[in-house]
Nanobody, 126 residues
Framework: QVQVAESGGGSVETGGSLRLSCAAS????????LGWFRQAPGKEREGVAA????????YYSDSVKGRFTISRDTAKNTVYLQMNSLKLEDTAMYYC???????????????????WGQGTQVTVSS
């Protein structure tokens, strides 16, 4: 299994930027798909973005498309989430997860038993 650990959260004003990092360890191959989810207080966890580790295919939720960019560094086994033009509604705990199901037709979701990190808080204020 692939273990993950997030870093890079913090506080920023609206319109600002942050970059989150997700360091992965364990067995990682070209079929591994990792991604970011977030959960705001009182809300359900929602998918943000995902990336196929062995290829260039990426996935985004409609709420972040055009503002967030997911990327990976295969040499460092790290996935990044560059967040630009941050909005108040982006405030949440952000979690990295491994073991996603990711398909060529744009479907992605956590498989049962996927590993999750401890999360990193992102707070956007006006």
């Amino acid at each position: 299994q692939v273990q993950v650990a997030e870093s890079g959260g913090g506080s920023v004003e609206t319109g600002g930027s942050l970059r989150l990092s997700c360091a992965a360890s364990g067995y990682i191959d070209s079929d591994t798909c990792l991604g970011w989810f977030r959960q705001a207080p009182g809300k359900e966890r929602e998918g943000v973005a995902a990336i196929w580790f062995g290829g260039s295919m990426t996935y985004y939720s409609d709420s972040v498309k055009g503002r967030f960019t997911i990327s990976r560094d295969t040499a460092k086994n790290t996935v990044y989430l560059q967040m630009n033009s941050l909005k108040l509604e982006d405030t949440a705990m952000y979690y990295c997860t491994s073991g996603l199901y990711c398909s060529f037709d744009g479907i992605w979701y956590p498989r049962p038993g996927s590993n999750w990190g401890q999360g990193t808080q992102v707070t956007v204020s006006s």
